[in-house]
């Protein structure tokens, strides 16, 4: 979405100056590495948006939210990248899995905490050996009465040093049998046995590989029947995929990590036409007239157009793809100033295209890889498998 096309209410903009208000405040020049490292907003604004319930800000008031519209979600959206900041992170895939298939005490407990965004969450699903292929997870919940004991790896636990909990996929039966003998739980990450230690990713960001060693858990913690985990976990992951399932107030537009990639590759050029229009070549013209500059902010632009309007699950291939593709060729444009990072002198508009170069490529795998994206595509559209 262009916001230059978007005429904002009274309302909206009275909206947006509060928001930019609680990042200033709480905004040095040095958090955009600190925030990204940590994946995590600073605690002070994720408080002030619990308060005003604006982590799932489309939410009815007494649901947790504080029943604003697409466009004030946007406003967050852009306003977090617009201060290099990290996402105050949602809960939105996991609310309407729990309402549907929670257990009493888990609605009565955690949910009302999901949904203001005082407890956060984190994704259990890949494992050292299955990543695409989930339903060959290996982490074992065994029955005991009430209890269940947890012994496994899990691998890319994004935000599992700070979530309260993880939505665990786990092996309840037989390993042969697949995504028959597979359940979810909902495991606190404070029980004896949980531990989280560090990956550092390329272009700053943290995830974790995080192990779970004789960790009990209540029944009432199982998100859905016994063995039945796989048609559980269906929902939030094709939300994530943006395959055109609405649940509450998400909004199904080019599905959220193509629109959020894409964010980010706008901003990618601004930092490039920053860069051209601020530098002079050997003879003292502006950069911006270099036919071979303008010819690469054209090809990034007209791909930035094709991602915004690429809707549903084509949204984040596409985008990913062409952020990956545009940050190496920008920053081979803009060298050697293109390949300086945050906190470096001499960078470009934050050093964006120095760390989009080393962090883009990963958006092609997190969240299902593009591979996967197309052979999904391809089955809905009937169409043979590309992979
Ligand atoms: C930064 C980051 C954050 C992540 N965060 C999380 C998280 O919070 N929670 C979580 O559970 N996971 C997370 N992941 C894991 C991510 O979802 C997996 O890495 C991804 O699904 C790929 O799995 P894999 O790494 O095991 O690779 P594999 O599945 O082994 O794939 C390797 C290669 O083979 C290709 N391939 C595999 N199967 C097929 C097929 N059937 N057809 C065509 N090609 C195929 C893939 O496209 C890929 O190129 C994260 C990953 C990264 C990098």
Request: with cysteine; proline share 5%.
């Amino acid at each position: 979405m262009d916001f230059s096309e978007v005429e904002l209410t009274a309302e909206q903009q009275a909206f947006e100056k509060e928001l930019r208000d609680l990042l200033d405040t709480n905004w040095t020049p040095d958090y955009a590495h600190i925030s990204l490292d940590h994946d995590r907003a600073p605690d002070a604004v994720r408080t002030g948006m619990v308060e005003r319930g604006w982590i799932h800000p489309h939410f009815a008031p007494d649901a947790g939210g504080a029943g604003l519209g697409e466009i004030e979600q946007q406003i967050i959206s852009s306003l977090f990248e617009e201060f290099y900041m990290a996402s105050p992170g949602g809960n939105d895939l996991l609310i309407p899995t729990l309402d549907k298939h929670g257990s009493e005490w888990l609605k009565a407990n955690v949910l009302p905490g999901l949904r203001t965004g005082e407890l956060s969450t984190c994704l259990g699903y890949s494992e050292p050996d299955s990543g695409s292929d989930m339903a060959a997870a290996k982490t074992r919940a065994v029955r005991d009465g009430d209890m269940w004991t947890i012994n496994g790896q899990k691998m890319w636990t994004t935000g599992a040093h700070h979530a309260d909990y993880v939505f665990l996929l786990a092996r309840t039966g037989p390993i042969e049998e697949k995504h028959r003998t597979l359940t979810m739980f909902l495991v606190p990450m404070n029980l004896p046995g949980v531990q989280a230690t560090p990956i550092w990713i390329l272009g700053g960001g943290r995830t974790n590989v995080t192990f779970y060693t004789d960790v009990e858990v209540s029944d009432d913690y199982r998100i859905g029947g016994v063995n039945d985990g796989w048609s559980v976990m269906s929902t939030p992951l094709a939300t994530e995929h943006g395959a055109g399932v609405v649940t509450e107030g998400v909004t199904p537009v080019n599905g959220s990590m193509g629109q959020s990639f894409s964010r980010t590759f706008a901003k990618l050029i601004d930092g490039a036409i920053d860069w051209a229009a601020s530098r002079k070549d050997a003879e003292g013209r502006s950069r911006l007239e270099d036919p071979l500059v303008r010819m690469a902010l054209a090809e990034a632009m007209l791909d930035l157009e094709m991602c915004w309007n690429a809707a549903g699950e084509l949204g984040k291939p596409m985008a990913a793809e062409a952020l990956a593709t545009n940050a190496d060729r920008l920053a081979d444009m803009a060298a050697p100033e293109g390949i300086l990072d945050f906190g470096v002198d001499g960078k470009i508009a934050a050093g964006i295209i120095a760390s989009q170069r080393l962090h883009s490529p990963g958006t092609a795998i997190y969240g299902g890889t593009t591979e996967i994206y197309r052979n999904n595509l391809a089955r809905r559209l009937g169409l043979p498998r590309p992979y």
